[in-house]
């Protein structure tokens, strides 16, 4: 069975934008490509694409479409990503799933990972982040999307679509 997890996916324009805000990374830090950038709404684990969509095709149903924008980057341990500003978002992930999570829902689109006992590869980042921000989009689509493991690290594939509906 696949892994499978629910995402919005940033429009072409907003990913060259954190791309170009990013120039040429590098500093010992695990970038992730532009085309895995994706903002979590709630993971699955393995699961049945038919039956997850199902059951998400249902959850989603009337919801509407939401203001994204990417900001600011922060960290968790281990991991560099930008902030994620919307305040229908979180209502969004917890009808995705995100509220069967032991841990709160915390909107974020993953940057770079880096060795948690390194905090500081981190830190040139945050600040140099820290007056991003993209521009908001109107997320009018819910993504279920696959994860496979391959060689250089995993492989996103969106399985089903979900239109959420116009504000």
Same mark, same amino acid.
Request: no cysteine; hydrophobic share 45%; net charge negative.
């Given at each position: 069975? =696949? /892994?499978?997890?629910?995402? &919005?996916?940033?429009?072409?324009?907003? /990913?060259?934008?954190?791309?170009?805000?990013?120039?040429? =990374?590098?500093?010992?830090?695990?970038? @992730?490509? =532009?085309?895995?950038?994706?903002?979590?709404? #709630?993971?699955?684990?393995?699961?049945?694409?038919?039956? $997850?969509?199902?059951?998400? #095709?249902?959850? &989603?149903?009337?919801?509407?479409?939401?203001? /994204?924008?990417?900001?600011?980057?922060?960290?968790?341990?281990?991991?560099? %990503?930008?902030?994620?500003? *919307?305040?229908? !978002?979180?209502? &969004?992930?917890? +009808? #995705? *799933?995100?509220?069967? @999570? #032991? $841990?709160?829902?915390?909107?974020?689109?993953? !940057?770079?990972?880096?060795? $948690?006992?390194?905090? *500081?590869?981190?830190?040139? %980042?945050?600040?140099? !982040?820290?007056?991003?921000?993209?521009?908001? %989009?109107?997320?009018?689509?819910?993504? !279920?999307?696959?994860?496979? $493991?391959? =060689?250089?690290?995993?492989?996103?594939?969106? +399985?089903?679509?979900?239109? &959420?509906? *116009?504000?």
């Amino acid at each position: 069975m =696949p /892994v499978l997890f629910s995402a &919005l996916v940033p429009p072409d324009d907003v /990913v060259e934008q954190v791309a170009a805000a990013l120039g040429e =990374p590098g500093d010992g830090l695990r970038w @992730e490509p =532009p085309e895995r950038w994706h903002v979590t709404l #709630a993971y699955y684990g393995p699961d049945d694409v038919e039956t $997850r969509a199902a059951w998400l #095709a249902d959850r &989603l149903t009337g919801r509407a479409s939401v203001d /994204v924008r990417l900001e600011k980057a922060a960290t968790f341990p281990g991991v560099l %990503w930008l902030t994620v500003a *919307g305040s229908e !978002l979180t209502p &969004l992930a917890h +009808a #995705a *799933g995100a509220d069967a @999570e #032991a $841990r709160p829902y915390t909107a974020h689109l993953t !940057l770079a990972r880096f060795p $948690r006992e390194e905090p *500081g590869l981190a830190a040139r %980042w945050t600040e140099e !982040l820290a007056g991003f921000t993209s521009r908001s %989009w109107r997320a009018a689509e819910v993504a !279920l999307m696959t994860s496979e $493991r391959e =060689p250089g690290g995993p492989r996103y594939r969106v +399985a089903r679509v979900f239109e &959420l509906d *116009g504000a």
